[in-house]
């Protein structure tokens, strides 16, 4: 059983700064993609950034103060946020994909609160 566990959420200005962090159960390496995807209250869950295949993908409204990362020795995945906005409010999960045949596996963490304040 894959365990995903986030941590580093918590309260912060517009304007400032927070880093998440995704602690994996096991080697990252097994995973395929891994992800951040966020949550607001009323809104589907949304992606925010990505990495696959040695690729990053950002959504539109993140590009350019997000930045996805990972450090395959402590098999973690980090999120930098910066430059934070209110509307970047939301429960954020870490999320992990295994392509297999014929299934595919995907795994998240419990969540961790951003909350940005204006």
């Known amino acids: 059983q894959v365990q995903l566990v986030e941590s580093g959420g918590g309260l912060a200005q517009a304007g400032g700064s927070l880093r998440l962090s995704c602690v994996a159960s096991?080697?990252?390496?097994?995973?395929?993609?891994m992800g951040w995807y966020r949550q607001a209250p009323g809104n589907e869950r949304e992606l925010v950034a990505r990495m696959i295949s040695g690729t990053t993908n950002y959504a539109d409204s993140v590009k350019g103060r997000f930045t996805i990362s990972r450090d395959n020795a402590k098999n973690t995945v980090y999120l930098q946020m910066n430059s934070l906005k209110p509307e970047d409010t939301a429960v954020y999960y870490c999320?992990?994909?295994?392509?297999?045949?014929?299934?595919?596996?995907?795994?998240w963490g419990q969540g961790t609160q951003v909350t940005v304040s204006s």
């Open positions: 999320n992990a994909v295994i392509f297999g045949i014929p299934s595919t596996y995907k795994y």
């Open positions: 096991r080697s990252i390496l097994t995973f395929n993609v």
